[in-house]
């Protein structure tokens, strides 16, 4: 199957300061990325939907100017939390769809982001 | 999207069948069930899907009722690198449509 990969794995990061992380579909180009956000012991709840070129559809409740979305090429999605606090402390999933007959979507192994 | 019922865990022996049940009685009829796992700390990993027919993959079977509104996906012989949350998804495909996760079953394979 289809491959996406995130980086970094794991980030610590500052209260206050701004985390990047980078979702890449390696073997196809993927005109959709979701970003999912995961607390633990909860299920992944969806945060976004990025689309190539164009801007980010946030999902309700989730702040467009504290997580910025970058979809600029079709294998790379970027997400930016923006002046992080400890709250925002969570594991945070891409996913690529692969344009076909399916549209399935693959899943990246995650980024746990700590904020202290 | 129709919403979809698991038990919140299982328990089962290694090398046995894991049978997952999963009720979606409201499906609509161009909705799919897709089932994907997550194990701890990873990314979800796409399980298998299917529309109405029986279907069976190098992971596992998904059996669906005639009237669609329950499936139950099975393991033929679990082992301990199956311990993972499995989550059913009832979804229209081929189109832009959401992935939206509930619950998932837990499922503990036990030597």
């Known amino acids: 199957g289809a491959v996406v990969s995130q980086h970094p794995s794991r980030v610590i990061c500052k209260s206050g300061t701004s985390v990047k992380i980078e979702c890449r579909s390696l073997?196809?180009?993927?005109?959709?990325m979701f970003w999912y956000r995961q607390f633990p012991k909860q299920s992944l709840m969806l945060m976004a939907t990025s689309n190539e070129g164009s801007k980010a559809t946030y999902e309700q409740g989730v702040e467009k100017d504290k997580f910025l979305i970058n979809h600029a090429s079709l294998t790379l999605s970027t997400l930016t939390v923006t002046s992080a606090h400890p709250e925002d402390s969570s594991f945070y999933i891409c996913?690529?769809?692969?344009?076909?007959?399916?549209?399935?979507?693959?899943f990246g192994p995650g980024t746990r982001l700590t904020v202290t | 999207d129709a919403k979809t019922t698991q038990p919140p865990s299982m328990d089962c022996a290694e090398g046995r069948a894991a049978n997952l049940p999963c009720n979606h009685s409201t499906i609509s009829g161009n909705e799919y069930v897709y089932w994907y796992r997550q194990i701890h700390s990873q990314g979800p990993q796409y399980i298998i899907h299917?529309?109405?027919n029986n279907e069976t993959n190098e992971m596992a079977s998904l059996i669906i009722t005639e009237d669609r509104k329950s499936s139950t996906l099975i393991l033929p012989h679990a082992t301990l690198r199956d311990t993972a949350v499995y989550y059913c998804i009832v979804r229209v495909t081929g189109t832009a449509s959401k992935l939206t996760f509930g619950t998932g079953t837990r499922l503990q394979v036990t030597l």
């Open positions: 073997d196809f180009q993927a005109t959709t």
């Open positions: 299917g529309l109405k």
């Open positions: 996913s690529a769809r692969e344009p076909g007959q399916g549209n399935e979507q693959y």
